[in-house]
């Protein structure tokens, strides 16, 4: 996606996929200020490790604890830190400079692909991982009034439990209905996964929405189920969109063409229209 949205801007960039080791993590980001990269994406299980491999970390960073977009900035000769934009040749000081773009692309994709506000709802969520966790705190923070966890290690969702402020959480299935059932969690990836939850102990019927942050394959058993059930639903596409283009702003200092890369995302994952 982000390649026809380079060409859309008049960027003269190219966006590239790297396989990196995690034990070579820090030595590959090295190299790429090393080289006068614009920025890296970085995907599982990097977004943690690079915490401490960046010289600087944004708020969102901080807050969320991961890393998924640097960007590299240039040393001004009155001490401001800038992207590589702000300069005609390649500065000679130079910081990684560390964000997370994912809990805001969590927010924005429900708001956009299934009318949902969180302010004062009810959420289900399924899985207290890394994606969870953002997930819990971002909704916290956006006022949502209840929280649901559940892990297929308890004690993990005991412990993602005690994070969120000012919001009701609870360890366990909801006995009444709930706005949003959230999937965080990577079954549905693979032919033959199980349901991410238990449908003896909750129903789908029971929940106004639903939202699996996998996107490949474009209806997972879960968002079937959802829908059968009589729910709005949505997969993870927007989110991987939205945090994409939010990455893109942050490097450039532009306005991400979101329908470009809308389009390539879904021809790329989903193939050519019909």
Same mark, same amino acid.
């Given at each position: 996606? %982000? ?5 859309? &801007? ?10 990196? %080791?995690?034990?070579?993590? $820090? ?47 240039? @040393? ?7 992207? #590589? ?9 130079? /910081? ?11 927010? /924005?994709?429900?708001?956009?692909? &299934? ?21 819990? &705190? ?11 966890? +559940? ?13 969120? @402020?000012?919001? /009701?959480?609870?360890?366990? !299935? ?47 058993? #879960? ?8 729910? $709005? ?12 283009? @939010? ?10 063409? +979101?329908?470009?890369? $809308? ?6 994952? !989903?193939?050519?229209?019909?």
């Amino acid at each position: 996606m %982000h390649n026809p949205a380079i060409t859309a &801007l008049g960027l003269n960039w190219r966006y590239l996929a790297f396989e990196v %080791h995690p034990d070579n993590l $820090r030595s590959a980001i090295a190299g790429a200020k090393a080289m006068n990269f614009v920025g890296l994406n970085l995907t599982v299980p990097h977004k943690l490790l690079a915490l401490d491999m960046v010289d600087a970390l944004d708020d969102s960073a901080k807050m969320w604890g991961a890393v998924n977009t640097v960007r590299f900035e240039g @040393k001004t000769p009155d001490g401001q830190w800038l992207p #590589f934009d702000a300069f005609s040749e390649p500065p000679k000081d130079v /910081r990684a400079h560390g964000f997370n773009t994912d809990a805001d692309a969590i927010i /924005r994709a429900l708001r956009e692909d &299934l009318n949902f506000e969180p302010r004062g709802k009810s959420v289900l969520l399924l899985g207290a991982g890394g994606a969870g966790r953002v997930a819990a &705190l971002k909704l916290a923070q956006e006022g949502i009034g209840e929280l649901y966890l +559940i892990n297929r290690t308890s004690s993990k969702a005991e412990q993602l439990a005690a994070e969120p @402020k000012g919001v /009701r959480v609870h360890v366990g !299935y909801p006995k009444n209905e709930v706005d949003l059932v959230l999937n965080a969690t990577s079954l549905g990836l693979k032919p033959g996964d199980p349901l991410p939850f238990d449908p003896e102990s909750f129903s789908l019927s029971r929940a106004e929405a639903a939202y699996d942050m996998i996107y490949r394959p474009a209806e997972t058993p #879960f968002l079937r189920a959802a829908s059968e059930a009589g729910c $709005r639903t949505a997969n993870g596409l927007g989110m991987l969109l939205y945090q994409g283009a @939010k990455a893109l702003e942050l490097w450039s200092g532009k306005t991400a063409p +979101i329908t470009i890369m $809308r389009e390539a995302l879904m021809q790329n994952i !989903y193939g050519p229209s019909t």
